[in-house]
């Protein structure tokens, strides 16, 4: 099993920033990328960012040039540095773990979600 624990949510005024923070544990060999998503009310979830193992990033148009993902392998962290936030960016954010279809231990081969963490932008 893979555990996520994600923090650093709350609650700030638009044009600001927030770090949130992703704690992995349990089957860390099942860990390869991490992803962020999000999910305001009313909306389907939506990915928001991504790193892979080595570091590749990708991004959602929405947040390309105000988010920055970034790992902490040695703590076993991932991290989304959220600046110039805006009003559409308030939402449940979540970390993932994705599946691994291919992998040789059937406890990767699903996703694995955190509990998510509230961030709210107001005006």
């Known amino acids: 099993q893979v555990q996520l624990v994600e923090s650093g949510g709350g609650s700030v005024q638009a044009g600001g920033s927030l770090r949130l923070s992703c704690v992995v544990s349990g089957s860390l060999y099942c860990v390869n990328n991490i992803n962020w998503y999000r999910q305001a009310p009313g909306k389907e979830r939506e990915f928001v960012s991504g790193?892979?193992?080595?570091?590749?990033?990708t991004y959602a148009d929405s947040v390309k040039g105000r988010f920055v993902i970034s790992r902490d392998n040695a703590k076993n962290t991932a991290y989304l540095q959220m600046n110039s936030l805006k009003l559409e960016d308030t939402a449940m954010y979540y970390c993932?773990?994705?599946?691994?279809?291919?992998?040789?231990?059937?406890?990767?081969?699903?996703?694995?979600w955190g509990q998510g963490t509230q961030v709210s932008v107001s005006s």
């Open positions: 993932k773990k994705p599946a691994v279809p291919t992998h040789w231990h059937i406890q990767c081969r699903r996703d694995y």
């Open positions: 790193i892979s193992a080595g570091g590749t990033t």
